[in-house]
């Protein structure tokens, strides 16, 4: 078991040049129908999404496996906390069942995954309508020794790719 003393915390940040102006980039994080196009790492896909864009207003995402990774459907859901048009997203992220309730992931076999996280978008207009990206996953935890950081990490590269991919 961890002490907590021994819990070491590290935020996981993914910067990103887009090549799509700010206001298409901005679309493909806060409408559903576009979210689902690139949600998931490499391979996943994302079957159904739902936004309440709103500060307070709850969101629920939902991520496919492969199937030759089981098919299981994963998700995810938060409460946006801090939304400025075109510029910021703060919300909250954790595992949840489909219908959105929490899911403590311990009870899946990950005590050391993060019950409930804090996440920014930064959207930065630059020239040539383009767009930077800066995507902070505050408090990890990297006490197992920081596998799940690590995959988190490359999941998210991963999304960021298909997230650039799919305004082409």
Same mark, same amino acid.
């Given at each position: ?20 102006? *700010?206001? @298409? *980039? &901005?679309?493909?994080?806060? $409408?559903?129908?576009? *979210?689902?196009?690139? &949600?998931?790492? /490499? ?11 709103? $500060?307070?207003?709850?969101? @629920? ?20 906390? /801090? ?14 069942? /489909?219908?959105? /309730? ?19 978008? *930064? ?29 988190? @990490?490359?999941? &998210? +590269? +991963? ?10």
């Amino acid at each position: 078991m961890t002490k907590e003393n021994d819990i070491k915390k590290q935020d996981l940040v993914v910067t990103r040049i887009i090549d799509a102006p *700010v206001e @298409l *980039v &901005w679309k493909a994080w806060t $409408e559903p129908k576009r *979210v689902m196009r690139w &949600w998931g790492p /490499k391979d996943y896909t994302s079957p159904s999404c739902k936004i309440d864009l709103r $500060e307070g207003g709850k969101y @629920l995402f939902c991520m496919r496996a492969p199937k030759d990774q089981g098919g299981q459907e994963m998700y995810s859901a938060g409460v946006y906390k /801090k939304i400025l048009p075109l510029e910021l997203l703060e919300f909250t992220q954790g595992m949840a069942d /489909k219908d959105g /309730k929490s899911i403590d992931p311990a009870q899946m076999g990950m005590p050391d995954f993060p019950k409930e996280m804090r996440l920014e978008v *930064v959207f930065k207009s630059k020239k040539c309508d383009m767009t930077e990206l800066f995507l902070t996953h505050y408090d990890w935890t990297v006490s197992d020794g920081g596998q799940m950081y690590v995959y988190a @990490l490359a999941g &998210w +590269q +991963q999304s960021m790719d298909k997230l650039a991919e799919s305004l082409k």
